[in-house]
């Protein structure tokens, strides 16, 4: 009996098209727990072997030629985990970010950040503020961080913001448009992701980017974010690229 041996993330690499690359490629990072689980180990062992895939996907869409790289990394329903698994991720972010910087700067990529990153710990604030200043002029790709973020809570502040103009006289009722939304969401100064990955086996995209999602390519795998790595990735850009996006268009038409 024949044994399907791994295809070589060399072999998976040599099928994708460079030309053809989704620019915006955001990601739901889940299954850290459960990968601690399954190991008899503590939950956020889970998280810090997460931190690992975070440094492999974002290193390997640079190389690759992504400009955007966006991660649900703590949204604000996390907030009603476990206090002591919650305390553990906000230090592990403050660590993280304290350690990677340099290889942010080296690989030439920007931090920033979409959320009410004002919601997080002083300490994790401080040094998520000194990254995104010490990367501001990078142009090779932007690494977006999800912190203290859900699109429900996005959505209605940019409500509150488009009503605010409004009530001002900056605004008319009759020029809101999808422009203007798009425009005030905390995201409106990125491209719309044309690929989405789900992580762990879930099939659910858990408040994440409802609006900018609205014609993005869906990619689920079983795999836990821990063990996530490039060829993982090459599989789900090469997935992509097979897909035909119409827009609402007919086959005939694109």
């Known amino acids: 009996m024949l044994l399907t041996q791994p295809m070589p993330a060399t072999s998976l690499l040599s099928q994708i098209d460079k030309e053809k690359l989704p620019q915006h490629i955001a990601i739901i990072m889940d299954g850290n727990g459960r990968w601690a689980k399954k190991r008899a180990l503590p939950r956020v062992v889970g998280h810090e072997y997460?931190?690992?895939?975070?440094?492999?996907?974002?290193?390997?869409?640079?190389?690759?030629?992504?400009?955007?790289?966006?991660?649900?990394?703590?949204?604000?329903?996390?907030?009603?985990?476990?206090?002591?698994?919650?305390?553990?991720?906000?230090?592990?972010?403050?660590?993280?970010?304290?350690?990677?910087?340099?290889?942010?700067?080296?690989?030439?990529?920007?931090?920033?950040?979409?959320?009410?990153?004002?919601?997080?710990?002083?300490?994790?604030?401080?040094?998520?503020?000194?990254?995104?200043?010490?990367?501001?002029?990078?142009?090779?790709?932007?690494?977006?961080?999800?912190?203290?973020?859900?699109?429900?809570?996005?959505?209605v502040q940019a409500a509150k913001l488009i009503a605010g103009k409004v009530k001002d006289g900056q605004l008319k009722v009759e020029d809101i448009d999808e422009k203007v939304i798009s425009e005030s969401l905390n995201t409106g100064h990125l491209p719309e992701p044309e690929l989405l990955i789900r992580t762990s086996g879930e099939y659910r995209i858990s408040n994440f980017m409802l609006w900018e999602l609205a014609y993005g390519e869906f990619y689920f795998t079983d795999i836990y974010w821990p063990e996530f790595d490039q060829e993982a990735l090459y599989k789900a850009i090469i997935d992509y690229q097979k897909r035909e996006r119409r827009f609402g268009k007919t086959s005939e038409q694109v």
């Open 50 to 155: 997460g931190v690992k895939s975070v440094r492999t996907v974002a290193e390997t869409a640079a190389t690759l030629g992504v400009k955007y790289l966006t991660l649900y990394t703590f949204s604000t329903e996390n907030w009603n985990r476990p206090a002591l698994e919650v305390k553990a991720i906000m230090a592990l972010l403050v660590r993280t970010i304290r350690k990677e910087v340099a290889t942010l700067q080296k690989n030439n990529i920007r931090l920033r950040t979409i959320g009410d990153i004002n919601g997080l710990p002083p300490d994790a604030l401080k040094e998520l503020k000194e990254a995104m200043e010490l990367t501001k002029d990078n142009t090779r790709m932007d690494l977006v961080l999800a912190l203290n973020y859900s699109a429900r809570w996005d959505i």
